[in-house]
């Protein structure tokens, strides 16, 4: 492998990163509630969640170069068929629709909450930013993670390094919970399927635009790594704090508020940069179902209705709305990870 093709397989496991990751992993909430809690058994979930990430990820990956798919729409239909995969494609806009609309919160919120700026401000500028990258399709959403996974990947192995010098680390059990029956499986595909129904929007395409499969199957491993490596970098930064972060509603920051101004700092940025990245990727997904044309304007025109409808949702706050969709979801997404795991020959065009 040359050193193109290389360059090319880390960019695509940056946007795949960039794509998992969110509000909810940034803040810690995500980690928290599907491992921490679990205590010592929350290794061997990470361990399963990750070879899924692998094994799905790449799937989807090859899928959308098999499809030449330009949005996910081609391969629900492969796998559903026309009629049900409408409704798929129906259940999974709503909630990329919602999920844009908490990241926008989200960022109004930081904004507001850490940097003392207006909640509309936060938004308005991000809104702006999100656009612009759009502008230049999956070149652009590229290059964004490109910048920003780096930084969130520093971010954690630091919390990460820190916690192991500060803490003498003592395996924690959840103080309410008994780990028996193997619930960390459920829990490890549970994240997994949830997270991977959000990626499909654009590990697709993005599988559809390259040319090269060992490049999507390397980019697919890396991506696969390195949220593994965050993974386990804040599971063991949490668990030295357990069952004190349970209390926090950003687990994330408490602990770097134990830390220095300027990792305090850092920390800020690269939430920002998580929250960015998923939305980016969630009205990429939105706009690549709602047009099928190659015209700009129409393109432009798609994601600045997009983005105005979730900026107007956002102001009156909709956690109640994202509550009861999420598990929904994550059954949509469930179904979608058992039918990417059945067994199936794969031609691949050459």
């Known amino acids: 492998m040359n050193g193109t093709e290389l360059r090319l397989s880390l960019q695509i496991a940056f946007t795949y990163i960039g794509t998992v990751v969110g509000a909810g992993f940034a803040s810690g909430q995500e980690i928290l509630q599907f491992f921490t809690l679990l205590g010592p058994m929350a290794y061997p979930a990470i361990l399963l969640a990750v070879a899924l990430f692998a094994w799905v990820g790449v799937q989807m990956l090859m899928l959308g170069h098999k499809l030449r798919a330009r949005s996910y729409r081609e391969m629900t239909a492969y796998l559903f068929g026309r009629k049900l995969a409408t409704l798929i494609d129906v259940a999974m806009m709503v909630m990329l629709f919602f999920v844009t609309v908490a990241m926008?919160?989200?960022v109004g919120a930081l904004f507001e909450e850490q940097l003392h700026l207006s909640f509309q401000i936060g938004v308005l500028l991000t809104m702006v930013l999100t656009y612009l990258t759009i502008l230049r399709g999956m070149k652009g959403i590229m290059a964004a993670n490109t910048?920003?996974?780096p930084l969130m990947l520093f971010v954690v192995i630091m919390i990460f390094i820190q916690s192991f010098m500060q803490t003498e680390y003592k395996p924690t059990f959840a103080p309410t919970t008994t780990i028996h029956n193997y619930s960390w499986i459920l829990s490890a595909v549970s994240y997994a399927?949830?997270?991977l129904?959000?990626?499909?929007?654009?590990?697709v395409p993005m599988g559809g635009e390259m040319k090269n499969t060992k490049v999507l199957q390397l980019g697919g491993l890396?991506?696969?790594?390195g949220l593994g490596i965050m993974l386990l970098g804040a599971q063991y930064a949490m668990s030295t704090r357990m069952p004190l972060i349970a209390e926090y509603e950003v687990p994330m920051g408490f602990l770097s508020s134990t830390f220095s101004p300027l990792m305090q700092g850092v920390f800020i940025v690269a939430l920002w940069g998580e929250i960015y990245s998923t939305l980016i990727a969630n009205v990429f997904g939105l706009r690549s179902q709602l047009t099928n044309s190659r015209n700009s304007t129409q393109s432009s025109?798609?994601?600045?209705?997009?983005l105005t409808a979730a900026f107007f949702v956002a102001q009156i706050g909709f956690s109640n709305i994202v509550h009861y969709l999420y598990p929904v979801f994550g059954y949509v997404s469930l179904l979608l990870l058992l039918l990417l795991l059945w067994p199936r020959r794969i031609a691949f065009k050459k």
């Open 301 to 306: 025109l798609i994601t600045i209705v997009i």
């Open 104 to 106: 926008l919160a989200g």
């Open 193 to 195: 399927a949830l997270n």
């Open 222 to 225: 890396l991506g696969a790594l």
């Open 147 to 149: 910048i920003i996974v």
């Open 197 to 203: 129904g959000l990626a499909v929007s654009v590990l």
